[in-house]
């Protein structure tokens, strides 16, 4: 089955620095890759998606870019904020005979922004 | 709209006893799972139900049962908790299968402890 991989486990930038998380994938059929924030005690959130048939994708100070040759994709956010800490995940998701999308997430990324 | 209600939030157990986890959205999904969160272990799925009528195991399934009531509502039954069973329990609901995937929306999580 799909393995996805997930580095740093934890990360600390200062206020206004960017910050970036690395996913890895193992089935190069995997075609949906959504990343969630989950704030402490909160439920997780999509924050940003991308398609295997797209490289980038930006959403204001987000973006994630996708390299499907070596079966990888990350999450850059720029201007950090203290509201940016939270936990992120990053998941691999692909379609199997009957339609059904698997899903396999990343074990997180703990990021701390330090004012 | 509430989106995806998981009733109850908190829950203290003792060994052996049993319980049910609610969980209700209002979105038209035709998908609904079921997923503990650890520590350092990310999302594991326990059961999913791509569409109504239908459930299957996930990655964790030992020790729990589901059922899916109608279009709207999936339950998670726990018939003799264990402290292994000690977690957090998301509810996720998304689109289904053939129509796409635009990613979960989660429910608010149940903490559970099993003593």
């Known amino acids: 089955g799909e393995n996805v991989e997930q580095h740093p486990s934890t990360l600390s930038v200062q206020e206004g620095d960017s910050a970036v998380i690395k996913c890895t994938y193992s089935d190069s059929a995997s075609n949906y890759f959504p990343w969630y924030k989950q704030e402490l005690g909160k439920r997780p959130q999509l924050i940003i998606d991308?398609?295997?048939?797209?490289g980038e994708k930006k959403d204001q100070r987000i973006a994630v870019t996708l390299n499907k040759t070596a079966k990888h994709f990350s999450l850059h956010i720029t201007e950090t904020q203290p509201e940016d800490s939270a936990v992120y995940f990053c998941a691999a998701s692909l379609t199997d005979s009957g339609g059904y999308q698997k899903v396999t997430f990343g074990t997180g990324t703990k990021l701390q922004v330090i004012p | 709209n509430a989106g995806v209600t998981q009733t109850p939030k908190f829950q203290v157990l003792k060994t052996g006893q049993s319980m049910t986890l609610q969980c209700a959205q209002d979105m038209n999904h035709n998908s609904m799972y079921w997923y503990r969160q650890d520590p350092g272990m990310g999302l594991r799925l326990i059961y999913y139900s791509a569409s109504e009528g239908t459930t299957d195991k996930g990655e964790v399934p030992n020790g729990y049962n589901v059922s899916r009531l109608n279009k709207r509502e999936f339950s998670l039954r726990l018939e003799s908790a264990a402290p292994s069973q000690t977690s957090v329990y998301f509810c996720?609901?998304?689109?289904?299968?053939?129509?796409?995937?635009?990613?979960?929306?989660f429910g608010s999580g149940t903490r559970l402890t099993v003593v």
């Open positions: 991308i398609r295997s048939n797209v």
């Open positions: 996720a609901s998304s689109l289904g299968p053939g129509q796409g995937f635009y990613g979960y929306t």
